[in-house]
Every structure is written in structure tokens, then in C-alpha cells.
């Protein structure tokens, strides 16, 4: 199976490289960077820390498309309504892990979900993935008498807020109360803000240094709090479910799938 990897050079974009090189039945066929930057015409295991491959990071996502069976793109969001037409139109199927995009790259991954199979992985590791079931069903059974946030906490590079692994734990959250979360989010509380309205889901954001990626999901009752943690400690868990969902999605027919699917937990 060939799979190629969009921002080859990130730091998940490194170890996915080197997942799939160490990846029994996976085959690298390259790697995109930013056009014009630095690592255009490297060669992709060399800057990943590797033997070199023979392949040399490419600024042709179009060529990468043809010449993969998928793709993993872990890019930056300004690069994911270009590289959601790309699928379409190629119809090569992508595990998509890049976040932080906005309502026209959303709709542009909804529309290449007709022609290609689309991955749609904002956290692609598969305990976390578990994790979300887990406070779906806490959230059902607590039901909104229990005020529902969702701590967020990140290093500081991370250059938008909350992250797209927040949102997956605020929609668990809401989906377990069967409401719609778009509805009952609350992300800003500054200044005389009132008793806290029933029913809200609030997020709270943390930024700061090298905290490792990590997510909270709090239900606070009247006499006790409940708490459903999770955090991640190395990057390379990102890079090996990105892979597994890559190796899922081959021959999968042209529709959007989450990493629920992908781990069997849908
Ligand atoms: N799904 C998940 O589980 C998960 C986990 C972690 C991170 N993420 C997301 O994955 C993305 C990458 O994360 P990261 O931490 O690896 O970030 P990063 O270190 O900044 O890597 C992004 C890479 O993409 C390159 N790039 C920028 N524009 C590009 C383009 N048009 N085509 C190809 N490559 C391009 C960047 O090059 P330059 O440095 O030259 O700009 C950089 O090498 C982010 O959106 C992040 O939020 C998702």
C-alpha cells in the first residue's frame, strides 16, 4: 500500500514517515512541505532522521495524490481546502489529520467526501478515541443536571483555540445529552457574567510552554464531581493511529469516516 504524507516535515509529519517506513505492508510514496520552504528537494527520510529514501519532498500535492493509494495529510489548515479539491478531483483517498480549519474547509472536506474516502481524524489516537465513547455515555447517564466544561490544555505553539480535540470531546459530551453543540457551546466568560446557564457546555483554554496535549472533560453536580481525563505524552501515538487509519480506508468507497470507525467503536 502506497501512502504519501502531506507536511512531511512537522513534527507528526517526521514520524509518520518513519511509522510508515517501519510499517510491514506500507510503502512511502513522499511527502509534501510548504511551497517554497526549506525542505522542498530534500530527501523525505533524510529530514525525518532516516536512511534516505530516494524520494525528495515535493510541493505537488497533485503528483503525490497520483502516485499514492492514500494520504496522510498532517499539514497546516490554509492548505486543506486546496488539498480537499485534490482528493476530489483525484479521488485518492486521505487520512485527514491537519485541524483548526474553518467553515469553508469544512465544507470543502464535505464536499470530496463524494468522490474520495475521507478520513476526518482531529485526533487520531485510538485510546482517545475510546475515551470519547466513554463520556458520551457518562455525559447520557449524568444527564445536564450535572454542569458539563471541557478543559482544554496545550503547548504554546499550538496557534488556535479550542483545539479540534476539544470540539471532539465537547460533541461527545453534547451528543450523550442528544443535543446539538453548536447550541449549548459557551467559549468566552468575561467581565459580570451571571449565574451559569443551564444546559451550556463551557470551554476553558490552556496554553502554555511544552504541556503535553491533554483534555478534561468535567460534569460538576451538587455533591460530587465527575472527571474524564486524558493526555497524551509523545506525538508518535498520533503518527501510528494515522497509520492504522490509513491502512483502513484503502478500497473503502468514496464517503467521510471517523476514527470511531476506523477503531470499530462507531
Ligand atoms: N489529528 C491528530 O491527532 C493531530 C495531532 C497533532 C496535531 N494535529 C494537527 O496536525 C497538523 C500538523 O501538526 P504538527 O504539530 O505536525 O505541526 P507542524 O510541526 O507545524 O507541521 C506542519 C507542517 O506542514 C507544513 N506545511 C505548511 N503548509 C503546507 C502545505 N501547503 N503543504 C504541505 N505542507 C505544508 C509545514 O511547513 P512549514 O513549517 O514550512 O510551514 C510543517 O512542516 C496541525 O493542524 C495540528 O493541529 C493533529
Redesign the pocket.
Known amino acids: 500500500m502506497k501512502i504519501g504524507i ?8 517526521r514520524l509518520l514517515v518513519r511509522e510508515v517506513v517501519a510499517t510491514e505492508g506500507c510503502e512511502l510514496s513522499g511527502g ?4 517554497g ?3 522542498i528537494g530534500v530527501d523525505v527520510g533524510e529530514q525525518a532522521g532516516l536512511e534516505p529514501v530516494g524520494l525528495a519532498v515535493s ?1 505537488d ?1 497533485r503528483a503525490l495524490m497520483a502516485a499514492s493509494d492514500v494520504i496522510i495529510d ?6 486543506t481546502v ?2 480537499m479539491l485534490l482528493a476530489a478531483e483525484t479521488g485518492c483517498a486521505v487520512v485527514l ?4 480549519f474553518g467553515a469553508d474547509a469544512q465544507a470543502a472536506v464535505d464536499r470530496a467526501a463524494a468522490d474520495a474516502a475521507i478520513v476526518e ?5 485510538p485510546n ?1 478515541n475510546y475515551l470519547l465513547v466513554l463520556i458520551e455515555r457518562i455525559s447520557g447517564v449524568l444527564g445536564d443536571e450535572y454542569d458539563a466544561e471541557v478543559l482544554s490544555m496545550a503547548e504554546r ?2 496557534p ?1 483555540a479550542p ?3 476539544t470540539i471532539e470531546v465537547a460533541k461527545a459530551v453534547a451528543a450523550g445529552r442528544g443535543v446539538n453543540l453548536d447550541d449549548v457551546i459557551e467559549k468566552v466568560r468575561d467581565g459580570v457574567i451571571g449565574p451559569r446557564p443551564p444546559g451550556v457546555i463551557g470551554i476553558a483554554i490552556v496554553r502554555g510552554g511544552r504541556i503535553a ?1 491533554g483534555q478534561r472533560a468535567i460534569f460538576a453536580g451538587d455533591d460530587e464531581v465527575v472527571e474524564v481525563a486524558y493526555r497524551s505524552t509523545d ?1 508518535a501515538i ?1 503518527a501510528k ?2 497509520v492504522a487509519a490509513a491502512r483502513w480506508v484503502v478500497g473503502k468507497p468514496p464517503a467521510k469516516y471517523s476514527m470511531r470507525e476506523v477503531f470499530g467503536l462507531a
Open positions: 502531506f507536511g512531511c516535515g512537522g513534527v507528526v509529519g509534501t512541505g510548504r511551497p520552504g526549506a525542505l510541493d500535492p498532517f499539514s497546516l489548515a490554509p492548505a486546496q488539498h489529520g491537519t485541524t483548526g481524524a482531529p485526533n487520531t489516537s482517545f505553539r499550538l488556535f483545539s479540534g480535540t496535549g506525538p498520533y493511529g494515522a
